[in-house]
C-alpha cells in the first residue's frame, strides 16, 4: 500500500510539473474565459489550469484574441517594442539582460526610438552597441556646425 501512494503521488507532480513546463514554452499566456495576458513566468499565470491555459507566441496574437496586459508582470503590447523605466534614463531592446532587472509597474514601452527619445531616454549602451541617436533639430532651427579645431 505504502508504494501504491508512492507511486501516486510522483504521478501527481510530475503531471503537475508537466503543466507549468507547458505554460513556460509559450512567450505568452492566457486563461480561457479571462481578460489578460502573462508572461508564461507570471506568479498570475502559473495559477493557469492546463485545462483553461491559451498559448500566445506575440504580445499582438493575445491582443488580437481580445486579452490586455496583467498589470502584474506588465508584457509589452507589441514583440518588437522597446522598454524603460519611468525613473530610468535610457530604453532597452526587450532581450536586454537589464530588462530583467526592470520593476514591472515601473516598465514604459515605446513602439520605436523615436518616441522614446522624443520623451527625453537615449540608447542602452549594452543592447544598442552601435547605436546612432536619431538626429534632433538644432534650437535655433539652424543646421548644425560642426566645431573649429
Known amino acids: 500500500m505504502k508504494k501504491f501512494w508512492s507511486v501516486l503521488v510522483v504521478g501527481v507532480m510530475m503531471f503537475m510539473a508537466g503543466s507549468v513546463f507547458a505554460a513556460d514554452d509559450a512567450g505568452f499566456v492566457a486563461s480561457k474565459g479571462g481578460e489578460k495576458y502573462h ?14 491555459l491559451v498559448k500566445f507566441a506575440t504580445p499582438e496574437e493575445a491582443i488580437k484574441a481580445g486579452y490586455s496586459a496583467c498589470k502584474t508582470c506588465n508584457p509589452p503590447p507589441t ?37 522614446a527619445e522624443k ?10 552597441k552601435d547605436a546612432t541617436p536619431t538626429p534632433q533639430p538644432s534650437p535655433t532651427g539652424k543646421p548644425a556646425t560642426k566645431a573649429k579645431k
Do not use: E, S, W
Not at 39 to 52: F, M, Q, S
Not at 119 to 128: P, T
Open 79 to 115: 514583440a518588437g517594442a522597446l522598454v524603460a523605466t519611468k525613473d530610468g534614463k535610457a530604453y532597452h531592446k526587450q532581450n536586454c539582460r537589464m530588462v530583467a532587472n526592470m520593476d514591472a509597474a515601473n516598465k514604459v514601452y515605446y513602439k520605436d526610438a523615436a518616441a
Open 119 to 128: 520623451d527625453g531616454y537615449k540608447a542602452c549602451k549594452v543592447c544598442f
Open 39 to 52: 508572461y508564461a513566468t507570471c506568479p498570475v499565470a502559473k495559477k493557469i489550469t492546463a485545462d483553461k
